[in-house]
């Protein structure tokens, strides 16, 4: 499969090298310098674009790769107040788009988890619910998007709760994250239930981004001549 690459810094290169393992060939890289290789021909030949940027820019790097009739993995949290809209355009003009908060299967596999504790503990009003996520000092988006997604899911399946705030909660409807941002963590996201007898956690550690970088491409290879919005939740065929 012929892929191209929109953005190159740690993930960028992290994909390739796992792209080039799996047997897929890079026919183009789009960095901060190179933006008008969009319309070359070279990124024209691609089957997917892999984009992991920054959220200013992520919405006009898909809009850029939907115009070559290209599909795309994106990877890039922070900008996703605009996915509705674009959702809409992906389907009135064939797009494809695979989009994931995270990509690392097993991080897909511990949300399932979290919805599934939730929707338990939603009987169990006892019990306040927290998280804590930490990420190394060059993530530009805070709270992360995966902890923004943990959240969301908590707060579809507990009543109690309403929203997400970050930092400490002001009212009991309110659900806590607390980012902290450490060396070079590659990720940790923690979840806890607390009551006056006892505490439940479940968590998540990164060991390095490689599984970030495997899910992305699996994705890629996933959406090849396939139309629509896509998720790890059809990837991984886990049930709403």
Not at 100 to 110: E, K, Q, R, T
Not at 200 to 217: D, K, M, P, T, Y
Request: net charge negative; proline share 4%.
């Amino acid at each position: 499969m012929n892929i191209a690459l929109i953005g190159y810094g740690k993930m960028g290169k992290t994909i390739e090298k796992i792209a080039r393992e799996r047997g897929h060939q890079i026919v183009a890289i789009i960095d901060v310098d190179n933006s008008s290789d969009f319309d070359s021909p070279q990124f024209r030949s691609a089957d997917v674009a892999i984009e992991f940027t920054a959220p200013a820019v992520a919405l006009r790097n898909i809009k850029s790769a939907f115009a070559q009739k290209i599909p795309v993995v994106c990877g890039t949290t922070g900008w996703t107040d605009a996915l509705p809209d674009l959702k809409r355009e992906i389907t009135e003009n064939g797009n494809t788009l695979f989009w994931s908060s995270n990509y690392s299967i097993g991080v897909n596999i511990f949300m399932a988890v979290n919805k599934y504790l939730a929707r338990l503990m939603n009987d169990f009003p006892s019990y306040n619910v927290e998280m804590t996520e930490i990420h190394h000092i060059h993530k530009l988006d805070s709270p992360s998007g995966t902890a923004i997604t943990l959240a969301e899911q908590i707060i579809q399946n507990i009543d109690r709760k309403t929203s997400w705030v970050e930092g400490n909660e002001t009212s009991p409807e309110q659900l806590s994250i607390h980012p902290l941002r450490q060396g070079e963590v590659p990720g940790i996201h923690q979840i806890s239930y607390n009551s006056q007898v006892d505490t439940i956690e479940i968590s998540h550690s990164a060991n390095s981004r490689e599984g970030f970088a495997l899910g992305a491409v699996i994705a890629a290879e996933f959406i090849k001549n396939k139309s629509g919005f896509f998720s790890m939740e059809d990837l991984m065929r886990i049930e709403n």
